[in-house]
């Protein structure tokens, strides 16, 4: 079946630095993916959607600047932590879709950042 | 704003017992609702998807049912096993926003063998 392969598992940085996450379709075109944002115990929480080749819709509160998002192809999209800092520390998923087929999620990142 | 919430939030039963996972939601103008596993420090699995139109979906083991009005979601396990261990999350894709999914915190479950 359709698989998302999310890349690294886990990372972990000093603060102050940027640290990109990969989020590949392996077997469909993923004209939409999701960024999403875990926190122990917590449910998940949208961070923003990309389109393949426009920009990405952030949700209230998200701060692009901070949270690059690049949806340059079909089958790839990568969110950067750009000057990360511990608060950002947090368990990030991605989820795709292509057209009508059902939507399919990555593995997830733990990022820890000290 | 749509709000989902899980009841309860953690559940430890012995093997084969049957086992009911809530999900309750503030919007009943949802396109469908969705129950996840979700295996500790791991993505999502889909499970079941209701569209709104329907009552209840089975696969296996698992049956969920929903009631759009009362904003309610019920998701059954029966004979339970170890392996089902994992955290169940319920989420539900609101009409106001398209594609998107709003998620419950999630039940934890553990089956003891």
């Known amino acids: 079946g359709a698989v998302v392969s999310q890349h690294p598992s886990w990372v972990i940085c000093k603060s102050g630095t940027s640290v990109k996450i990969e989020c590949r379709s392996l077997d469909f075109q993923a004209t939409t993916m999701f960024w999403y944002r875990q926190f122990p115990k917590q449910s998940l929480m949208l961070m923003a959607t990309s389109n393949e080749g426009s920009k990405a819709t952030y949700e209230q509160g998200v701060e692009k600047d901070k949270f690059l998002i690049n949806h340059a192809s079909l089958t790839l999209s990568t969110l950067t932590v750009t000057s990360a800092h511990p608060e950002d520390s947090s368990f990030y998923i991605c989820?795709?879709?292509?057209?009508?087929?059902?939507?399919?999620f990555g593995n997830g990142t733990r990022l820890t950042v000290t | 704003k749509q709000e989902v919430t899980q009841i309860p939030a953690a559940l430890s039963v012995p093997e084969g017992e049957n086992l009911v996972l809530n999900c309750s939601f503030t919007d009943s103008a949802i396109y469908n609702l969705q129950w996840f596993r979700q295996d500790p420090g791991k993505g999502l699995t889909s499970l079941l998807l209701?569209?709104?139109?329907?009552r209840e979906q089975t696969s296996g083991r698992l049956n969920a049912s929903l009631d759009k009005s009362s904003g309610r979601s019920t998701l059954y396990i029966a004979a339970s096993q170890p392996g089902d261990s994992a955290t169940y999350l319920c989420a539900v894709s609101p009409m106001e926003y398209g594609n998107k999914l709003v998620f419950g915190a999630g039940t934890i479950l553990r089956v003891k063998s």
């Open positions: 209701i569209q709104s139109s329907q």
């Open positions: 989820s795709a879709r292509g057209g009508n087929s059902p939507l399919h």
